[in-house]
Structures are given as structure tokens and as C-alpha cells.
């Protein structure tokens, strides 16, 4: 079993670098300034705390898994308390470059980030996942990561908290409109995407995949084409405008709207059919979807 060694505060990473912590719970440093403190023998960190990364450059490579991943200039990657990184492969001779804002979850008690920080679902995307950032968007970037190392260099005050928090969230709102404008810009790469999705989703059914394996989740088909949950559903959410778990259930309901008309079929054994434990189960979600029971729509046909 790989060895992981636990980042739990943010002056862990910052140590590891040679690099000033500017606050116990957020800083944000330009990485060609670190130098890599000795070998470590962990072949993987886990990070306890937020970390947003701005390549820049040539050659900047992260492992994850088996993979690695060599990122181009002006890419974003997301970390997520919890997350573990393969660091193994990386030596002493190693130099970071780029930029890199660190902010551990205490920040944010009693903010308002703290209670929508999980709508950035970008924390939970994979990392070919990641986002690409243009010239301009880059610089935007930087001015936001100055803005907050400037502050901190202030000092703490009362003041200080509330406009750090202030600004990261004002930097991950410009990250969903650069999100929002990668789907749109690789269109065609999405809609293969749903086409797929559309594919595999009817074979679920007509195949008997949902009588064996349960009803179809959003991670089985996400999964199929080495995507992320989250990145799935809101790839699936900007292309069709439902949410992957209710385009899911829309075609589950279109498919037991045809064995419904069956009357060799008792409702029963439809709902076993579609992957349902508990035929209660499926008559709840029809009559919520249909506005009326499986029996009622059988009788009105």
C-alpha cells in the first residue's frame, strides 16, 4: 500500500517548499520562488485543505493514479480537502513553477462561502478535467491571487477575514464563468459525450442491466467515459438542461411508460425490471413524474 503523508495545515505545503505561510489558514505564493525541501519518501499527499494551482510554463507534470498528466500553460486545477495526490515520482531536483492559493476550511466558519462552497463542483472534477484559462482570463487570475496576497500582507486585523474570504470567492465565481465558457467552446466533444450517454442509458434497459445492477446512477454512466461525477452531471446539466440524475429518471419514466401498457405485466414486475428494490419505490416516482400511479395510467390508456 502506497505511503501518503497528510498536508493538514497550510504551512505543511508551504515548508515543503521553503516558502512563508502569510496566514495559519490561507496563503497564495508564486511557486518559482520555492525550493524543494529534501526528498520525501511518501508516495502520496493528502491534502486537508483547498488548494487552486495556476501552471505557467513548460514541463509541469502531476500524477494521478497511474497517469500522468502534463499540464499546458494557463491551466487551473482544483484540489479538495481529502483528495490525494502521487507525489512519488517527483525528486530533490524538482522546482515548482506557476502559482498557487491554499485556504483551509476553518476560513470560512461563519462566512457566506461556507455555505456555498460546495456548489463549486469543480473541487470534485478529475484531473484531465481541469480547467484552461486563456491570456486574459489568466491575468484576471493573477490580479485576484494579488489582491489576496496584498491583504494578507496588511497583517490581521478585523477587517482581514472577511475581505481574503471576500476575494477567493469573488476568484471562484470568475472559475464557473471560465468553466461555463470551456463547455461551450468544446460543443462538439459534449454532444459526443451525450450521444454516448443516450447510448448507453437505453442499453441499460434493453439489455436487462437494470434488473441486475439496480436502478442507472449518474457515477455508472460518468464512469463509462472517465468522468467525474460532477463533471458529468454538469456537462449533461449545460448541454440538455436537466441534471444528469433527472435526464436519468426521465428516460427510466419513458421506459416504464411502454412495459405499463403490457397488461401481461403486473406493476411489480415492471419495477424489478427497471431496477427498483422496492416496487413502492417506482410507483412514488411515476405518479410523481406523471401525476398518477402506474395502475391509474395503465387504466386511462
Known amino acids: 500500500m502506497a505511503s501518503i503523508k497528510d498536508l493538514v ?23 518559482s520562488e520555492g525550493i524543494m525541501d529534501g526528498q ?63 485556504f483551509h476550511p476553518d476560513l470560512l466558519y461563519g462566512t457566506h462561502l ?26 484576471l487570475v493573477l490580479d485576484l491571487f494579488d489582491k489576496i496576497r496584498t491583504e494578507l500582507s496588511y497583517g490581521i486585523d478585523k477587517h482581514s477575514k472577511e475581505l481574503v474570504v471576500a476575494s477567493i470567492e469573488l476568484f471562484l465565481k470568475y472559475c464557473m464563468r471560465f468553466y461555463d465558457r470551456q463547455f461551450i467552446t468544446r460543443e462538439k466533444e459534449n454532444l459526443g459525450v451525450i450521444q454516448r450517454f ?19 446512477s449518474v457515477s455508472y454512466f460518468a464512469e463509462e467515459q472517465n468522468l467525474s461525477s460532477n463533471y458529468f452531471g454538469d456537462l449533461v446539466k449545460k448541454e440538455t438542461g436537466y441534471s444528469a440524475q433527472e435526464y436519468i429518471q426521465n428516460r427510466l419514466i419513458d421506459v416504464a411508460k411502454e412495459k405499463v401498457f403490457d397488461p401481461g405485466k403486473s406493476v411489480s414486475e415492471i419495477a424489478y425490471e ?3 428494490k422496492y416496487p413502492q419505490h417506482f410507483s412514488r416516482l411515476f405518479k410523481n413524474k406523471v401525476g398518477h400511479s402506474p395502475q391509474e395510467f395503465r387504466q386511462l390508456n
Do not use: M, W
Not at 49 to 73: A, P
Not at 75 to 85: I, R, S, Y
Open 9 to 31: 495545515k497550510v504551512d505543511d505545503y508551504c515548508s515543503k517548499f521553503n516558502l512563508s505561510t502569510l496566514h495559519p489558514l490561507v496563503s497564495v505564493h508564486d511557486l
Open 274 to 276: 427497471l431496477g427498483f
Open 114 to 139: 461556507a455555505k456555498t462552497i460546495s456548489d463549486y463542483g469543480f473541487f470534485s472534477y478529475l484531473s484531465h478535467e481541469a480547467l484552461h484559462i486563456s491570456k486574459k482570463e489568466r491575468q
Open 198 to 216: 443516450d447510448i448507453s442509458l437505453n442499453s441499460y434497459f434493453q439489455t436487462g442491466k437494470a434488473k441486475e445492477l439496480g436502478t442507472p
Open 40 to 102: 520525501d519518501n511518501a508516495e502520496a499527499v493528502r491534502y486537508h485543505f483547498y488548494g487552486i494551482f495556476l501552471k505557467q510554463g513548460e514541463g509541469c507534470i502531476l500524477r494521478y493514479g497511474r497517469q500522468n498528466y502534463d499540464y499546458q500553460d494557463g491551466t487551473l486545477v482544483f484540489l479538495a480537502p481529502g483528495q490525494v495526490v502521487n507525489v512519488g515520482h517527483i525528486d530533490a531536483s524538482f522546482k515548482p513553477s506557476g502559482h498557487a492559493l491554499l
